[in-house]
């Protein structure tokens, strides 16, 4: 499976495309702000045609160049239906603070959207992505999940692991950290709450592919991450400001 990526724009968002192999379909994770060239770029240099836009939740800084790539290759775009109406008015999941960073511009919805329900898997590209709403940074938070194949080495035993877990998380983990609550549909205690009950029930060889940062796996920041010390148990609900992202 082909998995690449990069941050652009002014939070350097991490967009992902996601495909089979090099010549085939592809999805196109989160394009923020200023990421549509360096995608149309990895399309070309991996010969590969988008099918779908996904998007794990509505700030702007993860669906700022959707509507372009969407548009120009006639694709749609997935997004949960909590956080949809932040596609043509963004400046609801920004709060006043942030909001100025938009100025008079002008947003839309995509020509084609698709929203996500809790639960499914969607398969795109070939591939199947499972879909787990995970409410908290926004309410239209989405885990999104592939199961990755790998070769295991000649000699290795029968329990060697021969597909890696894939999560795409957003903005609900990123290694060290966690999403912020402070903004419009912000809740730090449901953001736990689908951490807990969402992330930390993965394998620990899970592999985590977050909006911001480097990537990690679930096994490392159960661990190590400060964000996640009182789960399950959740005693200190005191909310604590994430350190990426809008």
């Not at 966690?178 to 029930?201: C, E, F, V, W």
Request: charged share 20%; proline share 8%; with cysteine.
């Amino acid at each position: 499976m082909l998995i690449t990526g990069f941050p652009a724009g002014m939070f350097q968002t991490n967009c992902y495309l996601l495909a089979t192999e090099a010549g085939s379909e592809a999805v196109i994770i989160d394009p923020g702000q200023d990421a549509a060239a360096r995608v149309r770029e990895l399309l070309a240099e991996h010969d590969l045609t988008p099918v779908a836009v996904l998007l794990t939740h509505g700030h702007l800084d993860h669906t700022w160049n959707a509507t372009e790539l969407c548009d120009e290759f006639s694709i749609p775009a997935y997004i949960h239906p909590d956080d949809r109406p932040m596609l043509a008015d963004p400046g609801m999941g920004l709060g006043r603070a942030l909001g100025g960073l938009i100025g008079a511009m002008e947003f839309r919805e995509p020509e084609k959207v698709v929203e996500f329900s809790d639960g499914e898997d969607v398969e795109l590209a070939g591939i199947r992505i499972s879909v787990d709403l995970a409410p908290g940074h926004t309410q239209g938070s989405v885990l999104l999940g592939v199961d990755v194949p790998v070769e295991t080495e000649p000699g290795e035993t029968s329990g060697s692991v021969d597909v890696v877990p894939v999560c795409f998380s957003g903005d609900v983990l990123f290694a060290g950290s966690i999403g912020r609550t402070d903004l419009p549909g912000g809740n730090h205690q449901q953001l736990l709450d689908s951490i807990a009950d969402k992330l930390l029930p993965l394998p620990d060889h899970t592999q985590v592919l977050p909006g911001h940062g480097p990537q990690t796996s679930i096994g490392a920041e159960r661990a190590s991450n400060p964000f996640l010390v009182d789960l399950p148990g959740r005693e200190d609900s005191t909310p604590k400001k994430g350190r990426f992202g809008l």
